[in-house]
T-cell receptor, first 112, second 116 residues
């Protein structure tokens, strides 16, 4: 089993739709969680950190479910500019960057 | 503010050739990282430097060497390139020392390397 798993998609949704991605992780002692966004052939950029209590940034909501070992990203009122690949990143114990594990990404296309 | 700058952006090599990928950051960050990204596999850590003067292996270090030249610069060297090293290479940096993974990383825009 991969340490971090994401549904690769693609998710094709109309403008204005709400879409959600999940990312599961295998190490129950994982400490830090992030969502990154990566546009085609570009570098990953931090979208948001994921906190235990859940957090929101505009149209984006991230949640952590430790019991089921997954994190989620919800995008409301999708825009064309949201089209990208979304990477989840999980940091197991020891907080060492050597341990950081990137998911392979979920591809989102928002259609006009 | 340039952030993380990588050179070159594209490179084609023949098997057995050597080359060095350059990375520099102007954010006064302490930790720097080299990743490779292959289709369907996510980003994998090659080497990292938790602070100036230190380097350490990541998940896939074989066939690579690194140098933390100073606080700003972290280079990746392929001594004898192999087709399996065809990939997109990203350099990244974080503020803190120790290479802690609880900090978000800032990435360069990548080097696309093809080895024939």
């Amino acid at each position: 089993r991969k340490e971090v798993e994401q549904d690769p998609g693609p998710f094709n949704v109309p403008e204005g739709a709400t879409v959600a991605f999940n990312c599961t992780y295998s190490n129950s002692a994982s400490q830090s969680f992030f969502w990154y966004r990566q546009d085609c052939r570009k570098e990953p950029k931090l979208l948001m950190s994921v906190y235990s209590s859940g957090n929101e940034d505009g149209r984006f909501t991230a949640q952590l479910n430790r019991a089921s070992q997954y994190i989620s990203l919800l995008i409301r009122d999708s825009k064309l500019s949201d089209s990208a690949t979304y990477l989840c990143v999980v940091n197991p114990p020891l907080r060492s960057a050597r341990q950081l594990t990137f998911g392979s990404g979920t591809q989102l296309t928002v259609l006009p | 503010n340039a952030g993380v700058t990588q050179t070159p952006k594209f490179q084609v090599l023949k098997t057995g050739q050597s080359m060095t990928l350059q990375c520099a950051q102007d954010m006064n960050h302490n930790s720097m990282y080299w990743y490779r990204q292959d289709p369907g596999m996510g980003l994998r850590l090659i080497y990292y430097s938790a602070s100036e003067g230190t380097t350490d292996k990541g998940e896939v270090p074989n066939g690579y060497n690194v140098s933390r030249l100073n606080k700003r610069e972290f280079s990746l060297r392929l001594e004898s390139a192999a087709p399996s090293q065809t990939s997109v290479y990203f350099c990244a940096s974080t503020q803190g020392t120790g290479g802690y993974g609880n900090q978000p990383q800032h990435f360069g825009d990548g080097t696309r390397l093809s080895i024939l």
